[in-house]
């Protein structure tokens, strides 16, 4: 007998109206010229043209008037003149290097989802989560954006309101690393040499960028180092520190108005696929999620970590094994290893151990193509669920016309190389519905939750729209071979 899996009919579709500011950017002689142009203008001239702007864009953005300021002080290094603007001018200065991006006008897609960290206020068989979905916009920039719900016992999902407007976090300016990670990291890239070691020498167990900077400028003025040596390595740690960067969003936002746009320069061209899960490690958990930033021509693997999705914290993923898409954490270590699913190759499962969440050499494949539905690819669909059956991981394969369909397998609790059975057809595949979109002929998630008897399945129509359905676990299990 076929899984029966039923759909809730509920569709999270992108909405073209949540903006979010961005960076006007251009060439340095041009902002010269527009910088120019506006300080030539009388103060009623700058009273009026700003009283424009505010007017027609400040009630689609929270805190219109701080970015503007702030995008000022980007560009203020291009004033002509030591004379400070009075405040309406630099307002509108930085309005001039500012504009709307409509991150979700294209898509809302590639569902992760596991429980809120704030349960209070709930009814008995009640349960909030949130899910973050990737939301993609103008030149198919992916961002990570979140909404929140409940689920009650028999699987009756409501949705949250959504908030009108988005903002993207700041930077947190003083993030602390670690002197040894930071090492290693540059030692697999293979930076060693006597004036890296010199500069890390410098720097306390854990340094902030700008105690990296005041070691570099110090050794960099020592004649016994090789200049273009120099140039390369410094290079390197600038972009390293630039890939692992801490960012914080106001604790009076809520949730919906958040959105993890590209950072780092790893990230320029999006930040795709998080795969968040809930990681236990003794008596406390906190939120990791692993993704793939493109720069427009790598992709490479990266790790998300939270407590409370207020802040975040975002760190390069290291070693021989950290290659293609589909990475995905347990949430336990295993023998007092950390253990991840990867799909290095492009179309088999492998699982990794490590005794670090940022470096992963070792991969033992357990699962190739098999069935019809699968032979183009296989991967996961999230992170391992924990059953007393097994490890359950929600899997995709593609088939004949690139159609893509959901499935499963069941891996052994103690040791996850041994795969104890696989769905020989698909549970879910596109039906009418959902075959038409960005990409057509598309189910896809980056992972579920166990709610009772039932494996919740949030999951992708076509790249354009998110959905939700359920599956009885026993049920899905009993179609395992």
Excluded at 83 to 96: D, K, Q, T, V
Aim: aromatic share 10%; proline share 5%.
């Amino acid at each position: 007998m076929a899984v029966i899996v039923k759909r809730t009919g509920i569709v999270l579709s992108p909405d073209p109206r949540r903006v979010v500011f961005r960076p006007f950017q251009m060439e340095t002689h041009r902002i010269v010229k527009i910088i120019s142009r506006v300080m030539s203008l009388q103060n009623a001239q700058v009273d009026s043209e700003l009283a424009i702007v505010m007017r027609e864009f400040h009630g689609r953005h929270l805190n219109a008037h701080r970015y503007f300021l702030r995008r000022f002080a980007q560009v203020r290094e291009h004033l002509l003149t030591d004379r400070e603007p009075c405040e309406n001018r630099s307002l509108l200065i930085g309005a001039y290097f500012t504009m709307e991006y409509s991150l979700e006008s294209a898509a809302l897609f590639n569902p992760s989802m596991v429980w809120h960290p704030d349960q209070t206020g709930m009814n008995i068989g009640q349960r909030r989560f949130i899910i973050s979905m990737r939301a993609t916009g103008e030149g198919h920039l992916s961002s990570i954006t979140f909404r929140s719900g409940v689920i009650d016992e028999a699987c009756n999902i409501g949705m949250d309101p959504v908030s009108q407007y988005v903002a993207a976090p700041e930077l947190v300016p003083d993030a602390a690393y670690e002197v040894e990670l930071f090492r290693r990291k540059l030692g697999e890239l293979g930076i060693k040499s006597d004036f890296v070691e010199s500069v890390l020498s410098e720097c306390e167990s854990k340094f902030t960028a700008a105690e990296l900077e005041k070691a570099i400028a110090w050794h960099t003025s020592q004649s016994n180092f090789d200049l273009v040596e120099i140039d390369v390595h410094l290079r390197a740690m600038r972009a390293l520190i630039a890939c692992n960067y801490s960012i914080q969003f106001d604790k009076d936002q809520k949730l919906s108005e958040r959105v993890m746009m590209p950072t780092s320069p790893s990230e320029r061209n999006g930040i795709e696929d998080a795969r968040f899960v809930e990681f236990h490690d003794g008596e406390s958990s906190r939120f990791l999620a692993t993704y793939s930033a493109y720069d427009g021509q790598i992709v490479l693997p990266q790790m998300i970590e939270t407590k409370d999705f207020e802040s975040f914290s975002v760190n390069t993923l290291n070693g021989t094994a950290v290659q293609n898409k589909g990475f995905a954490l347990f949430p336990r270590k295993i023998d007092n290893q950390f253990v991840m699913l990867g799909r290095q190759d492009g179309e088999n499962i492998y699982v990794m151990f490590s005794n670090s969440l940022h470096f992963w050499h070792e991969k033992t494949r357990i699962l190739q193509p098999t069935f019809p539905w699968e032979f183009v690819q296989l991967g996961n669909c999230g992170s391992p669920i924990e059953t007393e059956a097994g490890w359950l991981v929600l899997s995709h394969g593609v088939g004949p016309m690139r159609r893509y369909s959901l499935g499963a397998f069941l891996l052994d609790l103690k040791d996850p190389t041994k795969v104890l059975g696989r769905t020989q057809e698909p549970i879910l595949t596109p039906d009418q519905n959902e075959r038409e979109g960005y990409v057509p002929n598309v189910v896809y998630s980056c992972g579920g939750l166990v709610n009772g008897s039932r494996l919740v399945i949030p999951y992708a129509m076509s790249d354009y729209a998110s959905s939700f359905a359920t599956v009885d676990i026993d049920e899905l299990l009993s179609e395992m071979k």
